[in-house]
C-alpha cells in the first residue's frame, strides 16, 4: 500500500529519534509482529528503523506487542553546506584536436 507524502518536510537532527503514527486507511497491514523492542529493522549512513509498538487508535491504546514496519521507506537529505551555483553553460565551440590559432 503506498501512503502519500508528508505534507511538510519533517526534520530529524543526526542522533535524534523521531516515531511516526503511520495509518493505512484502506486497513492493510503495513507492520507485522516481530522482533524486541528497539530491534533494529533496516540501516544505511543514512537513517536507522527500529521496531515499535502499535497502537489501536490515534495516539492512545498503545499495545506491548512489538512490530516492524514492512515495505519501503522513501526519504530525502537536506543540504548540509554552502549550496554551490549550477555550473556554467558549455562551451559554444567544441574543442578541437588540432589549435585553431597559431602563437604569434
Known amino acids: 500500500t503506498d501512503l502519500p507524502d508528508f505534507l511538510s518536510p519533517v526534520g530529524i537532527q543526526a ?16 507492520w507485522r ?3 524486541l523492542l528497539g530491534d533494529v529493522i ?6 536507522s528503523m527500529f521496531t515499535g509498538k502499535w497502537s489501536s487508535g ?22 548540509t553546506g554552502p549550496v ?3 555550473p556554467t553553460s ?4 567544441p574543442p ?5 590559432n597559431l602563437p604569434s
Open 33 to 35: 509482529s516481530e522482533g
Open 15 to 30: 542522533g535524534q529519534f523521531q516515531s511516526f503514527y503511520v495509518k493505512a486507511q484502506t486497513g492493510d497491514l503495513i
Open 96 to 100: 578541437t584536436n588540432q589549435p585553431t
Open 90 to 93: 558549455l562551451p559554444t565551440n
Open 84 to 86: 554551490s551555483s549550477p
Open 42 to 47: 533496516s540501516s544505511n549512513d543514512d537513517i
Open 58 to 79: 490515534e495516539f492512545s491504546g498503545v499495545q506491548s506487542t512489538v512490530v516492524k514496519l514492512t515495505g519501503a521507506v522513501t526519504y530525502g537529505l537536506a543540504p
